[in-house]
């Protein structure tokens, strides 16, 4: 009963999405204000209908309805309750649920943060919004739906992925997807701007925050997803490269470069017409992810069981609404107008340079991860790509970006003066290259990857707090506290964010550069030693829990002859989806490092001997604390005053126009 | 004219479509062998039945034959198997087989259950010849023809459309 | 009470020895050779996974090839050696660098040909603009707002 209300509340959904994705378009175009006006409605009506199916799921799940294929086939009864919760979206129909539900949730908040928006364009967003839900609900009732019963029903089911029965899987997607589903808003704002004419530095200011906020999602999203695998896997990485984490990360690259296109456009009006079309890629980069990761056309540790059918219908939702909204761009982009002038040198220029890179990277992201497809398709040959290649090309693509991360900030807008930012920069500089030079000696040895890394890091650390003092000193306030509170928190936003960059950088190299490894045979009673740390292995424990049987190991760790903590790594072997046991590595945690060991095989002919991997990993959590650090310079830039529009402020908003110059 | 170039992302996209349609249908995973038309790498080991005798690669020059990589703990080998049979008793081309990481105890118990096909089958049991030719997932066939050199690896099980469609006009060309 | 007092002496006298702490002894007979082997395998993609690379893999076929490679690495083989000798089994699947040949030009160049184009395109277009707006000057709507917005640009000190 209640998978089929869920089924029936997904059909009346679809009813509501092909009304709200046609009538308020068409109102706009021909000014018709009633038909207009049921974008707001719809959209909120669009929301609790998909919410009761999803409601509905979960609740087939936490009652162990065994009857529906997808509870069958990602639970079991004695699966912890959060973890039947977060099954929701553990395989493919529910994932696209999932994504339905947060597209709807989206809706749901343009619908009620938009007051200032004109009807027109508010029934544009919610319009095209409402079209791509139309294409996910055909593509859940039609090929994927997580309602389908089984008959007869399973006795017990076949358990969730053992991987990911992790509070990672509680956390990770829906973070991801608000993130990467957030910028269809983005994507929605564009092609109404593209639609109604209106395309100027008001819309730049209105896309702003929606941009920011889906920006700052995504960026957590992907950095509990490195998290999580890195605990999770058992051999301390965190980045593979892989086509789905590639898949996530170039709309994030995408809307990063979206971000600072905006500020140019708000600032300038210039430029719209770039900015469009990149937000039409960050979405389509979002769309395309969602293809590539459920359609085997990519192998991938991560990808859902896959079926060519469901593939082909992705692909041609991706068709068109992708081509769609690139067709709209030619048509209209060349009738928009230039903007105002800005010089070659300025940070409205410094900006655009950081697009021109940022893409290029997600170029070189999606060239890297389709060319075996590529090759494959062409006949010609049967290659891998993997970390050797991408590491390479996105750090080298990246690193003028980083330099310029330093400069772009200083540079006044319209006009910048490189003589004078050079002089204000010129300790920076030289401060951070000394320091880089130097401070590789001091953590043990040198290392040039240590030092590069290292440099830029500083380099942008340096001349962001240079940045800071120029704005800080001139206030008229006195006090710290209240000097930062004077300063715009759009301001304090790039700031931190920026420096979150920094962190990063520092995590990594100092990771890569400095990380070590012991694969030793235990006994107990062995120790193993790393760095100024001893690892003595006290044997391994078992047991049962909820739905696995684990083996525990025990370590003390010593440092200078004191007992400082104990690590216990655990391996999970499931129950009823058997298959290669789950390592949970143990990590001790710290600002400066993280220790991590992980139990490897029991060692063939001792039974009491165990195969161990001890890691010690210099600044590892400063890579996950630059994302948060990134992340919440997000959320402090899209808080700022500017973006609190008060209905009073409509008045002041005439209408925007379609300017009739000469194209760009 | 110039409007023109707000067509490029246009028609990128259009390429890519092109691109990702063809690789729907096509299978990420197969890694196609480096070896066709190279000479079948040089082996020499002992039969499963017994492991006094033993053949070599260069035993099986001057004919066309197939060599099946196959396992008793192989469960798609299972499928296949019944086809090779039925193949084997039209004596077209003798079948050898490539035992992989297996004990002659459980080979020979698997063969004598499901049938064999085989003029012999060769003794890998630490799957080192399984290397040299390549192999990473059983079953895999090789055809190699009368020179040595091998002309055509299927990988996964065979079945008779295969057999009929790609294998015997290729032993019919080998052999002519 | 003798023969317990004898038991006693015998387990006092043993005891340190069966309860000895060692240091444990790394995976693999030659730790050098192992490690050499390991970052070899970080390179190399396990051919029966989905997209794990040969260290890693727990596969059958991947300890077979990691044993393999120890064994080339014993004989003094060096990694180029090692790799193609498994790029001649397998392909060049087994790479996860991509060797560069004039199929992989595209993917080795094309992201900094790609830069460079974008920014050779971004300069000519600045160009150009600033050529077309040059030619335009500003209406008094346009002016007005040009002046406010420089104003907006005095109350921030960049």
Known sequence: ?664 | MRYLRFLIPLAAFAVLTGFLMKGLWMDPHTVPSPLIDKPAPAFRLTQVADAGKSIGRDDMLGKVWLLNVWASWCVSCREEHPVLVEFAKTGVVPIYGLDYKDTRDEALKWLDRLGNPYQASLFDPDGRVGIDYGVYGVPETYVIDKTGTIRYKQIGPITPEILHDRIVPLLRKLNA | MRKRLLAWLLVLLVAPFAAGAREAPPVGEDPVIERRMMALSEELRCLVCQNQTLADSHADLAADLRQEIRELMQKGQSDEQVKRYLVARYGDFVLYRPPLKSTTWLLWFGPGVLLVGGLTALYLVLLKRRRLLAAEPLDADQERRALALLSEDEGQPS
């Open chain 1, 1 to 664: 009963m209640i998978a089929e209300l869920g089924s029936f509340s997904l059909m009346i959904a679809l009813a509501v999405a092909m009304i709200l994705g046609t009538v308020p378009i068409i109102g706009a175009a021909r000014g018709n204000a009633g038909w207009m006006a049921l974008a707001r409605p719809g959209a909120r009506a669009l929301f609790v209908l998909v919410a009761v199916a999803a409601a509905c799921l979960v609740v087939s799940f936490v009652r162990n309805d065994f009857s529906v294929v997808y509870v069958a086939t990602n639970s079991t009864r004695a699966l912890p309750l959060r973890f039947k919760i977060a099954a929701f979206w553990g395989g493919h129909e529910g994932s696209m649920l999932l994504w339905l539900l947060i597209l709807s949730f989206w809706m749901l908040a343009v619908s009620v943060f938009s007051r200032h928006l004109p009807a027109a364009m508010v029934a544009r967003i919610l319009g095209v919004m409402g079209l791509i839900a139309v294409g996910f609900l055909l593509f859940i009732l039609l090929t994927s739906s997580p309602f389908d019963r089984l008959i007869p029903a399973a006795e017990e089911g076949r358990d969730l992925n053992p991987l990911l029965q992790d509070p990672g899987m509680v956390a990770h997607p829906p973070m991801l997807y608000m993130g990467y589903v957030g910028f269809s808003v983005a994507f929605a704002f564009a092609i109404a701007a593209l639609l109604g004419g209106n395309l100027d530095a008001t819309w730049a200011r209105w896309s702003r925050p929606w941009t920011t906020v889906a920006w700052s999602f995504l960026t957590v999203g992907i950095c509990l997803g490195s998290a999580w695998a890195y605990y999770t896997l058992g051999w301390g990485g965190w980045w593979f490269w892989d086509p789905v984490e590639n898949a996530s990360f170039m709309p994030w690259l995408a809307g990063t470069a979206l971000m600072h296109s905006l500020a140019v456009t708000e600032k300038r009006g210039g430029f719209k017409v770039w900015t469009v079309l990149l937000a039409i890629f960050a979405f389509s980069l979002s769309l395309l992810g969602t293809f590539l990761v459920r359609s085997g056309v990519l192998t991938s540790v991560h990808a859902f069981a896959n079926d060519p059918r469901r593939g082909v219908f992705i692909l041609l939702f991706l068709s068109i609404v992708i081509g769609g909204s690139l067709a709209l761009y030619a048509w209209r982009a060349p009738k928009v107008g230039l903007g105002e002038r800005f010089e070659l040198v300025s940070r409205e220029t410094m900006l655009l340079t950081n697009n021109v890179l940022f893409l290029s990277a997600a170029g070189a992201v999606l060239l890297g991860t389709l060319y075996p497809l590529f090759l494959d398709a062409l006949g010609l040959a049967k290659i891998s790509v993997g970390p050797p290649y991408f590491d390479v090309v996105f750090v080298a693509l990246m690193t003028p970006g980083l330099f310029l991360m330093g400069i772009g900030p200083l540079a006044r807008w319209k006009q910048a003066n490189l003589p004078e930012i050079g002089i204000r920069l010129k300790w920076a500089f030289g401060v951070s290259l000394i320091t880089a030079l130097v401070l590789p000696l001091v953590l043990g040895r040198w290392s040039g990857l240590a030092a590069f890394g290292l440099w830029l890091a500083l380099w942008i650390f340096a001349a962001t707090m240079v940045n800071l003092w120029s704005r800080l000193r001139p206030l008229p306030v006195s006090g710290l506290g209240a000097r930062l509170r004077a300063l715009p928190l759009g301001y304090l936003g790039m700031l931190t964010a920026h420096i979150g960059v920094a962190v990063f950088i520092t995590g990594v190299t100092l990771v890569k550069s400095y990380e070590s490894e012991k694969d030793v045979q235990m006994d107990v009673g062995d120790t193993v030693s790393m760095g100024p740390y001893t690892f003595k292995f006290n044997g391994v424990t078992s047991g049962a829990r909820e739905n696995y049987l684990y083996s525990r190991g025990a370590f003390d760790v010593s440092k200078n002859g004191h007992v400082v903590t104990t690590m216990t790594p655990e391996k999970h072997q499931f129950v009823v989806s058997q298959g290669e046991p789950s390592t949970v590595a143990a990590i001790d945690r710290g600002f400066m490092r993280d220790l991590y060991v992980a139990l490897g095989d029991q060692s063939g002919n001792n039974p009491t001997g165990w195969v161990v991997r001890v890691y010690y990993k210099p600044f590892v959590d400063w890579i996950w604390g630059g994302c948060l650090v990134m992340a919440m310079g997000g959320v402090l830039a899209l808080s700022d005053r500017r973006y609190r529009f008060a209905r009073s402020a409509v008045k002041d908003v005439a209408e925007p126009t379609m300017s009739a110059t000469a194209t760009a």
